[in-house]
Nanobody, 123 residues
């Protein structure tokens, strides 16, 4: 089993920045590709970003390209999501996900999920 725990959410003004963290523990060999998803009130969960095990490959939703950057520190079993130029539409609960399949970063699915962290962007 793998546990993933998100942190770093909060309230920020439009144009501000936040950095989310996600730590994987347990059977971390099963948390190679990792990803961020988000769910806004009344909307379906949507993909935000994904990263390969090495960190050399990343993929982003069009809505966050150029503003969000995903990275990882395998020594700490942690991934990060640096969010800049935040907009009200970025308000959502952000979920971290992991999977043992090395190819999952391309299109999922992801089998291990965190509980989420709230990000609120105020205008």
């Amino acid at each position: 089993q793998v546990q993933v725990v998100e942190s770093g959410g909060g309230l920020v003004q439009v144009g501000g920045s936040l950095r989310l963290s996600c730590a994987a523990s347990g059977r971390t060999s099963s948390s190679r590709p990792m990803a961020w998803f988000r769910q806004a009130p009344g909307k379906e969960r949507e993909f935000v970003a994904a990263i390969s095990w090495s960190g050399g490959n990343t993929r982003y939703a069009d809505s966050v390209k150029g503003r969000f950057t995903m990275s990882r520190d395998n020594a700490k079993n942690t991934v990060y999501l640096q969010m800049n130029s935040l907009k009200p539409d970025d308000t959502a609960v952000y979920y971290c996900a992991a999977d043992p399949d090395a190819a999952a970063w391309v299109g999922g699915p992801f089998n291990y999920w965190g509980q989420g962290t709230q990000v609120t962007v105020s205008s």
